[in-house]
């Protein structure tokens, strides 16, 4: 079966015959690439219309013509497109056996168009294919033996390559070291999967959502995204913004290398702007540039806290203001990219829809378990809201030969299976004693995360038992170590305790397991104590000559990890990013409090920032409570158990488990007392004021 991934082509019409006769061709396995790739050379950007992939056939070029151009240079383009893609698949040595290219590489000029076969030259040897039938023949002839060859095409192709390339590990001698096993962890993950290489490519005029689980590859197929999109329209004004400022200099790294696999260069920096979502006068924003563009005031953290009374974020309330205030946008992007969009205010999205040109290109990628607050994400209808009859602006339709506008992404490539259904399991309350505490409305959004269901039904009120197979969880994330040395819960009797096995860990990862400092990240739930809390644990590793930081407090916000240096992380700044070994400290905090969907999430998201090793660590009872709930998440073998629940639970669970955030909450008696006199001014009838005043003193 051909899979065909639809990019950008200025030739549409005969771009989607090709397509459909791969379509239609059950016999070939591969991937049919259209508006790509696009080759960096000394030139600039060189794009291929089309380009097959296959086992069988090896890698076809097509030279599409969309008209009637009988003038077309015929030789001249095929030879510069193979001389062209022969350079580049030279430049890899798994590829190249003693100076000859291991890959066959045919090439043909696709013109459905055409009446008649060019007569001055031998079409032997320069193809030219018209009907359906000089198809057939073309690719019965293009027979390759090159499927031991085809991943690591396929690898070059995407252009995923040069996410290794910066990191070797040369410097590994043991053979079973984890450092050992880490690199062969990352060269396994070469290749781009199917949908992810769709919403790589398919951009589609309007919105576009791409749902993942953390570990799926959101940022590196935004950052692929951007590059492609860049090399092909440089006219182009695009923005990419995010939540977690750490991820500015991962996203410039990545859209720089792969700026450099499309055009030879780096972006123009003044078209593709890695930019905050806030900002402020000493930092680049969408909001701040949006204030300063319509003259509105901007507001900073501090003013718009001070004008919250409830429960309210500070940008929610920024971009509210800013929506209520502009009366007429000006439109000044032509495609605006969010990362981590389950923690913005869905008047940010409305915001930056609305600063979109006439095509209103926005796509935007969340994990709505990774919220770190109460905000659930919506329907784009609901976001985006009705146009002047009552229609949505905004509806995501996936129809067959289109760009796909609403992609999930089900496999995970960060987590290995245990700790993904660990975390799932933990951040639902699956195992709970007191039952789960948040599930999804959503039913078949268990299917699409890559969930399958081995027992029972995704009915309301029945069991169901949901387990992850190699498809969505592949087996080499797992097969390196053993299950006890992929996650491990350990409880002490004291802080103290904790961070004495904390330091000896770290030191033996450091000195024994041939891990570097950025390899390793340590993660505490609770932001506004992290500071002190880590203080006691990097003063134990300096006694020992290990380097930490603070990371984005004593190093630069937008900096994550730094070289032999250990990352400590309060959860916010953790989001993002990943490492190979996490230790998550102090999780006993998760089951405290009255906020336990929220700290769930806390906890889930710690978890999945671990490519390889997870080490969830405490104190006290709560943290024997938390290694209790997994050691039966383990004796399940880490399958799903549970009773879905029906429509009313549903909303029963949000009610003891949500309410508690969105309850009116003060900074102090000062500002219920000033709202309170607020109310008093407005004129109500004496029942209704008496009413509202007492819920307010409460």
Known sequence: M????????????????????????????????????????????????????????????????EGKNYDLDIEGTQDESITKLEAKLLSYKELVQKRKLMVSISVATYAPIWNNYPEAINREEYPVLIKDEDLDNFIKKCQGNDSEYFEKVNSVIQAVTTIRKKDARSYVVKRDSRGAKLKKLEDSIANLDETQNKAVLETTKGVQRIR????????????????????????????????????????????????????????????????????????????????????????????????????????????????????????????????????????????CYEILKDDKRLVYAYDELQSLNSKVMHSPEVIFGNDNHGNPRVKLENLPSEPQQDVVLN???????PILSSAHALGFGVYYPQGLIQMFDNRQLWQDIGYEVEEGELKSGEFVKLIRTPKTSPKFLEEHSSIDDIINFK??????????????????????????????????????????????????????????????????PDEFFQENSIAFTQIYRAKGNEA??????????????????????ILFTAMTRSKAWLRVIGYGANMQALEREFQEIKSRNFALEFTYPTPEELQQMKKVYRDTLNTKRYKNDREKQELIAKLKSIEFSSDEKNEIIKIFQE
């Open 491 to 556: 409880s002490f009797d004291n802080n103290q305790e904790q961070f004495e096995w904390l330091v000896e860990q770290i030191a033996k990862n450091l000195k024994e397991d041939e891990l570097r400092c950025q390899d390793i990240m340590v993660i505490h739930p609770i932001p506004k104590n992290a500071r002190n809390v880590f203080g006691k644990a990097r003063e134990m590793l300096f006694t020992k000559n290990i380097n930490s930081h603070l990371a984005g407090s004593t190093s630069s």
């Open 580 to 601: 190979a070994m996490v230790y998550f400290i102090n999780a006993q905090e998760c089951l405290s409090g009255s906020q336990i969907a929220s700290n769930r999430n």
């Open 2 to 65: 051909v899979n065909v991934i639809r990019g950008s082509s200025a030739k549409p019409v005969s771009s989607q015959r090709l397509a459909k006769y791969f379509e239609e061709r059950t016999d070939i396995e591969g991937t049919l690439y259209i508006g790509y790739p696009i080759i960096g050379t000394p030139q600039g950007g060189y794009q291929i219309d089309a380009l097959l992939v296959s086992r069988q056939q090896g890698v076809i070029i097509f030279n599409i013509d």
């Open 212 to 351: 993942g689980l953390a570990g799926s590859g959101k940022t590196i197929v935004l950052a692929l995204k951007v590059a492609y999109l860049h090399a092909t329209h440089p006219d182009w004004n695009i923005a990419v913004t995010f939540y977690t400022r750490s991820l500015k200099d991962q996203y410039k790294d990545l859209i720089t290398r792969f700026s450099y696999e499309h055009k030879n260069s780096e972006p123009d920096w003044e078209k593709v702007k890695i930019i905050h979502a806030w900002g402020s006068p000493k930092i680049e924003g969408i909001y701040y540039e949006l204030c300063k563009r319509h003259n509105i005031e901007y507001l900073g953290f501090s003013q718009a806290d001070n004008l919250t009374y409830s429960h309210e974020e500070p940008f929610d309330f920024a971009c509210q203001k800013a929506f209520r205030e502009i009366k007429k946008f000006h439109q000044y992007y032509d495609l605006i990219l969010i990362d981590e969009a389950q923690d913005f205010p869905q008047d940010f999205l409305r915001l």
């Open 411 to 417: 496999t995970c490539y960060r987590n290995s299976r």
